[in-house]
């Protein structure tokens, strides 16, 4: 995990009261959440080949992310519509990537700040000749 139980309880010590195996199920949950707002580049780079300060903003976007979690629960999926019965419901897109992913906003603004969330993927081209 990109953060543990002991770095959350340092970091915000508000979740004191709280058991731990709690704990460390929410920080799973937004290393998953994490993982896809940063399409996976984490794993691919290694998380301990990354700078020492992307993974401090990648851990406090962990607790964070967990926060958010325990507060409004796990969105695995952007659901944009749903029917029950004769009632349909059709989600309207914000346009705000961290609401479509369901993270907290703080969470993916730290992680903005490491240079992992853009959806941009550089190409390089050669000139023929």
């Given amino acids: 995990m990109y953060a543990d139980v002991n770095f959350y309880l ?6 004191q009261q ?5 704990i460390e199920a929410s ?8 993982d896809e707002a940063t399409f996976n580049r984490i794993k691919g ?5 990354l ?3 992307q993974q401090e903003r990648i851990k406090l976007a962990a607790c964070y992310q967990a926060d958010y979690i325990r507060e409004n629960g796990y969105d695995g999926a952007g659901i944009q519509s749903y029917s029950v019965l004769d009632i349909s419901v059709t989600v309207k897109d ?3 990537v961290y609401e479509s992913l369901g993270i907290s906003p703080v969470a993916y603004a730290l992680l903005q700040q ?3 969330t853009g959806r941009i993927v550089s190409v390089s081209y ?3 000749r």
């Fill in 10 to 15: 340092e970091s915000f010590p508000h979740g």
């Fill in 18 to 22: 709280e058991a731990s195996c709690e």
């Fill in 27 to 34: 920080l799973a949950l937004a290393e998953i959440k994490i």
């Fill in 45 to 49: 780079r290694g998380f301990e080949n």
């Fill in 51 to 53: 700078t020492a300060f």
């Fill in 94 to 96: 914000s346009g705000k």
């Fill in 114 to 116: 490491t240079g992992l």
């Fill in 126 to 128: 050669t000139h023929l």
